[in-house]
Structure formats: C-alpha cells, structure tokens
C-alpha cells in the first residue's frame, strides 16, 4: 500500500518558548503550560504514517493538541518544529519547506478538509454550489458548464437536495452543511483528507448519516483520511489505527480495535472506560 503522509517530530509551542517547556509539560506533569515562561507546549515530537486508502483517527480530549495536528498539516499553522512529507504518484513534498504559493496549491487541490465549524470551511456570502465553483475554479476545470456539473454531482454524492444547489449555506441545518463542506473538500478528488471533529453537536441519527457517508467516499475514492475526534464511537466505526493524545504527546497508537480492547495507558484506560 503506498504512503501518503509521514509525519516526524511534529512540534507546536505557543508563546515565547524556554529551554524547560517539554520537560516541565506533558501527561506525566498533567500539563501543557510551561510555569517557566507561560508557554503552552500544543504538541510535542508527534510522528505518524498515513496510506492510501487508511483512516487514521487522532482521539483525546480537549485540549491534548489533537486539533492541533491537522491545522499544522493543513498550512493553517506552522509548527515550531518537525517534518512532514506528502506522496503525490511519483513526486513528494517536504510540507513545511515549501513557500507560500506551492503550500496554497497543494491545500486547493491535493488536500481537503472539513472543520468542525462549517463556517470555518464554507462562505456564507454565496450558495452551496457557489462553494464547490469556488474551489473547482482554482483547478484546470474552468468551462462554467462543468463546474456546475460537478457540483450537481458532488451535492447529490452527499445528499443535498440539488433544489437547494443556490441556497445560502446558512439556510441549511449543521448536518446539511457539513455535508455541503465535505462535497466541497472532494470537489478536486484530493488523495488526502482531514475531518476534524465533524459529526459534534450534530444529532445522533444525523452522525451516522455522515460518518456512512465518509466510510462510502472512502471506499470508492481510496482517499487516506485523518479523522480527530473525541467521540470513540467514530474512532471505532471509521479507523483502523489510532493514536491517543494527552497534553500534546502521543501515549499510545497502534490498531483501533487492540486501543480500543486493551489499552495499554491508564488514561486510554479511563477514556474507553467512560465510554462504555
């Protein structure tokens, strides 16, 4: 199976950063505050692979920097420190070594992502298909005629109603727009997407709607995903690994269902625990 992401020592520090900022955080000092110079260590030394057609899921609880991840791989942030390189066919791409416009490239057309607030990923000011358009014009598919094709097609993949193709996104229900935010993330058939809590505070039958509908796109477009959650029911249902985060580390990884069965950590211990 090929590779598609490898990430190694990923590091994000906010704030000044001191020579004592990793010593003095993480789950064994139940913190990621630095009480030297105020800093807070969102992640530290993060490393993981990614193939195609894998969903890796990232679970922990606020505040343990899984969030975090995706933002740095999505050029939302830059991290303090770490590498990443994404496999595209034959070439790949030293991620955090590129300049602005090659970063912007790659997020426009070889990266989706779907946030957990869809305002994040969608704009309001035009209609649901106008978000697609947006996105599809960016690509070499420039014909208008096109565009609003593959924009049917990408509405009625995820279920939208094509009546409603020139609605405003605000006229639509948190799942609806969720689904018009991943119809916009597969708008270019990126190899890599990022789901970052997607289904919170969407009703349970909504949920299970969407987190079918991401296995389905999984499945036929053998798109590689990482999906951070908090919610084990999705880690269970969409990953087949995991890794655990507490205060910005990884504390444990391996096969969903072995973390899931027989954690190994006592704070994995206690989250499956609770989730029973």
Same mark, same amino acid.
């Not at 003095?24 to 009480?35: F, I, Y």
């Not at 990953?239 to 655990?244: D, Q, S």
């Given at each position: 199976m090929n590779k598609v992401l490898e990430v190694r020592g990923l590091s994000k520090i906010y704030g000044p950063g001191c020579a004592?900022?990793?010593?003095? @955080?993480?789950? &064994?000092?139940?913190? +990621?505050?630095?009480?030297h110079c105020g800093s807070v260590v969102a992640?530290? *030394?993060?490393?993981?692979?990614?193939?195609?057609?894998?969903?890796?899921?990232?679970m922990g609880e606020s505040g343990s920097g899984k969030s975090t991840v995706v933002k740095n791989l999505y050029f939302d942030q830059m991290p303090s420190s770490g590498e990443a390189?994404?496999?595209?066919?034959?070439k790949q791409h030293d991620l955090f070594c590129l300049n602005a416009a090659r970063q912007r490239w790659l997020r426009n057309h070889?990266?989706?992502?779907?946030?957990?607030?869809?305002?994040?990923?969608? +704009?309001?000011?035009?209609?649901?298909?106008? +978000?697609i358009a947006e996105r599809l014009l960016m690509s070499d598919l420039m *014909?208008?005629?096109?565009?609003?094709?593959?924009?049917?097609?990408?509405?009625?993949? @995820? &279920?939208?109603?094509l009546s409603r193709m020139d609605d405003l996104p605000g006229n639509f229900s948190g799942g609806m727009q969720q689904r018009v935010q991943i119809a916009?993330?597969?708008? @270019?058939?990126?190899?890599?997407?990022?789901?970052?809590?997607? @289904?919170?505070?969407?009703?349970?039958?909504?949920?299970?709607?969407?987190l079918d509908l991401i296995l389905e796109i999984q499945q036929e477009l053998k798109t590689a995903m990482v999906v951070v959650t908090h919610d084990l029911g999705v880690i269970r249902l969409?990953?087949?690994?995991?890794?655990?985060?507490?205060?910005?580390?990884i504390i444990e990884s391996g096969l969903t269902d072995q973390i899931l069965e027989d954690p190994q950590h006592a704070y994995t211990q206690r989250l499956v625990a609770s989730a029973l």
């Open positions: 004592s900022c990793v010593e003095s @955080t993480g789950p &064994e000092k139940e913190t +990621n505050l630095c009480p992640l530290h *030394d993060v490393s993981f692979d990614l193939h195609e057609g894998e969903i890796l899921g990232v390189t994404f496999f595209d066919a034959d070889r990266f989706g992502m779907v946030y957990q607030n869809p305002h994040l990923g969608l +704009n309001f000011n035009i209609s649901a298909g106008g +978000n *014909d208008y005629g096109q565009i609003r094709e593959r924009a049917k097609a990408l509405l009625a993949r @995820t &279920e939208v109603l916009k993330a597969l708008a @270019t058939q990126p190899p890599l997407l990022y789901l970052d809590e997607v @289904t919170t505070g969407l009703d349970l039958s909504v949920q299970a709607r969407i969409l990953a087949g690994r995991a890794i655990v985060m507490k205060y910005g580390r």
